[in-house]
RNA sequence: CGGUAAGUUGAACAAUUGGUUGGUUCGCCAGACUGUAAAUCUGGUCUCUUCGGAGCUUGGAGGUUCGAAUCCUUCCUUGCCGA
């Protein structure tokens, strides 16, 4: 195995627990927020920019790398840590979101956590664009709309070569509107598919095994046994989360006290700040959320007296950092007031100086509770 | 002073040369976004409204007509040409 998973201390007041993983890029202080770098860059930033921020590692896309510029590119420059310039530990995901993403979330115009008003829409049989197999799935490109397959041992071959120190399991996200029939038909897959990746690996790297069962606690404890029984290195939690964002740590609690206590766990694809405390309560150790670094394009910061939209014109009026409390580099030395007006100017480096300062906002955020648990406070 | 072209909106343009437009784009305002098809998408943007609708609009005034942003008269404003 070529990480170690260690735990240093585990809270007596909920599931969360503190520790590190230790990879050959380095050491991970966990829980830690993984930032999503879909094409191998925090969009806006260079990675020692992202280094300054305090991210610890990175997640990249097998998809979207396969498609462009493709894994035998990185494999010719050295794999991606040194595509990119990223010295410090790297995740690949296996392309599992995009059957998702590219299939039934396009189709019903659904994310992956449901809100109560969109509950009408119907589970259809097939998406549209994509044809899911027992094998694996045929996706249309997203470049010329060629045909492109990838399955688990695609997935895994194709992650070998981008080389990061952990990658996942090809599995089958589902959608929140997911039926129990199509949820249970999917899990089957996704089950089949996580031994094939198994076998696949000839790496050292870390492969954690995906579980998934959507809303429904019997086929969530299935997964979770299934998965936690093959030889994984750590274990992802997929899927939606509820319809009702409430029930999120009571359904990753199912999961998490099938999940063997040594083994690094890492909830796939969620992170707003509201959902952090519950999530690392619930005991997850690493997470990853496009939300700091996708939301900062569109003009929000996430600050200590909670979300600001910069293209508002009034801030155009505020003289002042975006967060009083922030020592990160923009908020010492940029006001609201020009942020704002670059957003409003569509100028690019709004976007990177908000960029910036989400991202290091959102790891001091996640150090803070780190912390806490080492004082025993969560 | 004479000639000529034009005047719609927050801005720039449109509307079968008489057929009943509030149309497009931008701007502005408001939402949305959780393993990134995402520097994106959706909605609003004349007035009033009990959200079902109702009313009023094409520089001003008047006219022709069943009907005018479109045609006519006149005035105002602006651009261009000429003294």
Redesign the pocket.
Known sequence: MSINFKILKKSKVSSARVGFIETEHGVIETPCLV?????GV??TLTAEEVLQTNSQIL?S?TF?LHERPGEKVLEKNGGLHKFMNWKKPLMT??G???V???GFG?DQKV???L?NNNEKIKQAEKPK?IKITNDGVFFKS?INGSELFLGPKESIKIQEKIGADII?AF????SPVANYEYTKRSLLKTHQWAEVCLKTKKTKQALYG?V?GGKYKDLRQESAKFISNLNFDGF?I??EFGDD?SKMAEMLSWVVSELPEKKPRHL?????L??MKKIIKAGVDTF????P???A????AFTSLGRL?L???IFLKKNEPLDKGCVCNVCLNYKKSYICHLM?S?E?TG?RLLTFHNLHFFNNFVEKIRNDIKNGKI
Request: glycine share 12%.
């Open positions: 930032p999503v770098a879909t094409q925090i969009k997640i896309n979207h995901d296996s599992g979101f995009q998702f993403s590219l396009k994310g992956k956590v809100k664009e997203l996942f599995d089958e996200c589902t995906i998934q992802g997929g899927g964002k796939l694809g969620i992170g707003y509201d959902d990853d959320c496009t939300v670094t996708h939301y394009r569109r003009g929000v939209d293209n508002k014109a409003r569509r690019i976007m």
